[in-house]
Protein backbone atom coordinates (compact mmCIF):
# COMPACT_ATOMS: atom_id res chain seq x y z
CA UNK A 1 0.00 0.00 0.00
CA UNK A 2 1.38 3.88 -1.14
CA UNK A 3 1.96 6.09 1.87
CA UNK A 4 1.27 9.58 0.94
CA UNK A 5 3.88 12.02 2.74
CA UNK A 6 3.16 15.52 4.23
CA UNK A 7 3.83 18.24 1.67
CA UNK A 8 7.26 19.39 2.07
CA UNK A 9 7.27 23.30 3.84
CA UNK A 10 8.45 26.32 1.73
CA UNK A 11 10.73 29.09 2.52
CA UNK A 12 7.07 31.44 2.89
CA UNK A 13 5.73 28.36 5.64
CA UNK A 14 8.97 29.04 7.31
CA UNK A 15 9.24 32.37 7.54
CA UNK A 16 5.58 32.33 8.81
CA UNK A 17 5.97 29.71 11.20
CA UNK A 18 9.34 31.74 12.70
CA UNK A 19 7.51 34.89 13.10
CA UNK A 20 4.50 33.26 14.44
CA UNK A 21 6.88 32.09 16.85
CA UNK A 22 8.63 35.23 17.87
CA UNK A 23 5.48 37.70 18.04
CA UNK A 24 3.99 34.59 20.32
CA UNK A 25 7.30 35.26 22.41
CA UNK A 26 7.23 38.88 22.73
CA UNK A 27 3.73 38.97 23.74
CA UNK A 28 4.61 36.36 26.59
CA UNK A 29 7.69 38.83 28.19
CA UNK A 30 5.40 41.22 27.48
CA UNK A 31 2.88 39.69 29.95
CA UNK A 32 5.41 38.26 32.26
CA UNK A 33 8.21 40.69 32.20
CA UNK A 34 7.27 43.91 31.13
CA UNK A 35 8.46 45.94 28.56
CA UNK A 36 11.44 47.04 30.02
CA UNK A 37 12.78 43.79 30.28
CA UNK A 38 11.53 42.13 26.80
CA UNK A 39 14.38 42.25 25.70
CA UNK A 40 15.77 40.42 22.21
CA UNK A 41 17.76 37.75 24.57
CA UNK A 42 14.61 37.43 26.38
CA UNK A 43 12.56 36.73 23.31
CA UNK A 44 15.30 34.43 21.61
CA UNK A 45 15.36 32.52 24.79
CA UNK A 46 11.83 31.86 24.88
CA UNK A 47 11.35 31.13 21.47
CA UNK A 48 14.00 28.97 21.45
CA UNK A 49 16.09 30.58 18.55
CA UNK A 50 18.84 32.66 17.73
CA UNK A 51 19.82 36.57 18.15
CA UNK A 52 20.24 36.26 14.14
CA UNK A 53 17.08 34.54 13.16
CA UNK A 54 15.42 37.19 15.09
CA UNK A 55 17.10 39.98 13.23
CA UNK A 56 16.56 38.35 10.20
CA UNK A 57 12.97 38.62 10.40
CA UNK A 58 12.55 41.52 11.83
CA UNK A 59 15.03 44.36 11.56
CA UNK A 60 14.92 45.70 15.34
CA UNK A 61 13.29 44.64 18.63
CA UNK A 62 10.93 47.76 18.45
CA UNK A 63 9.86 46.76 14.91
CA UNK A 64 8.88 43.13 16.40
CA UNK A 65 6.94 45.00 19.42
CA UNK A 66 5.27 46.65 16.95
CA UNK A 67 4.23 43.56 15.33
CA UNK A 68 3.16 41.70 18.40
CA UNK A 69 0.61 44.88 19.22
CA UNK A 70 -0.84 44.67 16.16
CA UNK A 71 -1.15 40.88 15.94
CA UNK A 72 -2.64 41.20 19.53
CA UNK A 73 -5.33 44.18 18.04
CA UNK A 74 -6.29 42.08 15.18
CA UNK A 75 -6.61 38.79 16.98
CA UNK A 76 -8.57 40.23 20.61
CA UNK A 77 -10.61 43.06 19.03
CA UNK A 78 -11.05 42.70 15.12
CA UNK A 79 -11.77 38.77 13.97
CA UNK A 80 -14.74 38.43 16.15
CA UNK A 81 -16.17 41.99 16.67
CA UNK A 82 -19.83 41.49 16.69
CA UNK A 83 -22.44 42.77 14.22
CA UNK A 84 -22.72 46.46 14.75
CA UNK A 85 -26.43 46.16 13.44
CA UNK A 86 -27.67 42.89 15.26
CA UNK A 87 -25.70 43.89 19.16
CA UNK A 88 -27.18 46.08 21.39
CA UNK A 89 -25.32 48.29 23.25
CA UNK A 90 -25.65 46.10 26.71
CA UNK A 91 -24.45 43.21 24.12
CA UNK A 92 -21.29 44.79 22.95
CA UNK A 93 -20.15 45.69 26.56
CA UNK A 94 -20.10 42.01 27.09
CA UNK A 95 -18.61 41.36 24.01
CA UNK A 96 -16.15 44.25 25.08
CA UNK A 97 -14.77 43.13 28.43
CA UNK A 98 -14.49 39.35 26.93
CA UNK A 99 -11.56 40.80 25.07
CA UNK A 100 -9.92 43.10 27.02
CA UNK A 101 -9.99 40.90 30.30
CA UNK A 102 -7.95 38.49 28.26
CA UNK A 103 -4.21 38.36 29.51
CA UNK A 104 -2.91 39.15 26.62
CA UNK A 105 -4.43 42.18 27.11
CA UNK A 106 -1.63 42.92 29.52
CA UNK A 107 0.55 42.92 26.65
CA UNK A 108 -0.98 46.15 25.24
CA UNK A 109 -1.70 47.55 28.19
CA UNK A 110 2.73 47.47 29.03
CA UNK A 111 2.99 48.99 25.64
CA UNK A 112 0.63 51.81 26.36
CA UNK A 113 2.30 52.75 29.28
CA UNK A 114 6.06 52.96 28.12
CA UNK A 115 5.09 54.82 25.19
CA UNK A 116 3.55 56.88 28.13
CA UNK A 117 6.89 57.04 30.12
CA UNK A 118 9.34 56.53 27.59
CA UNK A 119 8.38 58.24 24.34
CA UNK A 120 12.06 58.13 22.90
CA UNK A 121 12.58 54.22 22.85
CA UNK A 122 9.04 53.77 21.95
CA UNK A 123 9.24 56.16 18.59
CA UNK A 124 9.73 53.29 16.42
CA UNK A 125 6.34 51.65 17.88
CA UNK A 126 4.09 54.80 17.22
CA UNK A 127 2.50 53.77 14.00
CA UNK A 128 1.19 50.64 15.58
CA UNK A 129 -0.19 52.45 19.17
CA UNK A 130 -1.68 54.76 16.63
CA UNK A 131 -3.49 52.12 14.93
CA UNK A 132 -5.30 51.47 18.30
CA UNK A 133 -6.90 55.12 18.76
CA UNK A 134 -8.40 54.39 15.04
CA UNK A 135 -9.71 51.06 16.12
CA UNK A 136 -11.69 52.68 19.33
CA UNK A 137 -12.48 56.19 17.95
CA UNK A 138 -15.85 55.85 16.33
CA UNK A 139 -15.39 58.87 14.01
CA UNK A 140 -12.42 56.57 12.56
CA UNK A 141 -13.80 53.08 13.05
CA UNK A 142 -17.36 52.55 10.84
CA UNK A 143 -18.16 49.83 12.97
CA UNK A 144 -18.18 51.78 16.18
CA UNK A 145 -19.50 54.60 14.55
CA UNK A 146 -22.83 52.94 13.35
CA UNK A 147 -23.43 52.13 17.08
CA UNK A 148 -22.08 54.98 18.48
CA UNK A 149 -20.97 57.73 16.62
CA UNK A 150 -24.02 59.48 15.97
CA UNK A 151 -26.17 59.82 18.89
CA UNK A 152 -24.46 62.15 21.62
CA UNK A 153 -25.66 60.32 24.55
CA UNK A 154 -24.67 56.72 23.13
CA UNK A 155 -21.28 58.28 22.47
CA UNK A 156 -20.75 59.60 25.96
CA UNK A 157 -21.49 55.90 27.16
CA UNK A 158 -19.13 54.51 24.82
CA UNK A 159 -16.53 56.81 25.92
CA UNK A 160 -17.26 55.78 29.96
CA UNK A 161 -17.38 51.97 29.00
CA UNK A 162 -14.31 52.44 27.18
CA UNK A 163 -11.97 54.36 29.79
CA UNK A 164 -14.09 52.00 32.27
CA UNK A 165 -13.16 48.91 31.06
CA UNK A 166 -9.62 49.96 30.62
CA UNK A 167 -9.38 50.54 34.02
CA UNK A 168 -10.35 47.11 34.94
CA UNK A 169 -7.77 45.25 32.84
CA UNK A 170 -4.97 47.99 34.24
CA UNK A 171 -6.17 46.59 37.53
CA UNK A 172 -5.85 42.96 36.42
CA UNK A 173 -2.53 43.92 34.85
CA UNK A 174 -1.26 44.66 38.48
CA UNK A 175 -3.17 42.09 40.11
CA UNK A 176 -0.70 38.90 41.08
CA UNK A 177 -1.48 36.28 38.14
CA UNK A 178 -3.93 38.71 36.50
CA UNK A 179 -6.36 37.40 39.25
CA UNK A 180 -10.33 39.00 38.60
CA UNK A 181 -10.39 41.99 40.65
CA UNK A 182 -13.27 41.51 43.62
CA UNK A 183 -15.59 44.90 42.59
CA UNK A 184 -14.88 43.87 38.77
CA UNK A 185 -18.87 42.60 38.53
CA UNK A 186 -20.02 45.47 40.57
CA UNK A 187 -18.74 47.84 37.72
CA UNK A 188 -19.63 46.14 35.07
CA UNK A 189 -23.21 45.48 36.22
CA UNK A 190 -23.72 48.82 36.58
CA UNK A 191 -22.26 49.38 32.99
CA UNK A 192 -25.04 47.62 31.76
CA UNK A 193 -27.41 48.82 33.48
CA UNK A 194 -26.85 52.19 32.08
CA UNK A 195 -26.02 50.38 28.74
CA UNK A 196 -29.51 49.25 28.95
CA UNK A 197 -31.15 52.82 29.40
CA UNK A 198 -29.26 53.96 26.54
CA UNK A 199 -30.25 50.94 24.26
CA UNK A 200 -34.07 52.09 24.94
CA UNK A 201 -33.52 55.64 24.17
Keep these: MATTSAPARTQSDRTTEMR?????ATIQSLIDKGYARTTAVEVCARAGVTRGALFHHFESLPALIAEALSDTYDRLLLESHPSETDTTIEQWITWAWSRVSQREFKAVIEIWLASRNDPESTADIQPAIERYKEIFTPSKNNRLFKRFGSDRKAGAFYRLAVETMFGLA?????????????????VLDQLRAYAREVDQK
Design 20 to 24: KKLIA
Design 170 to 186: LGRATNPDGAALDHEEI
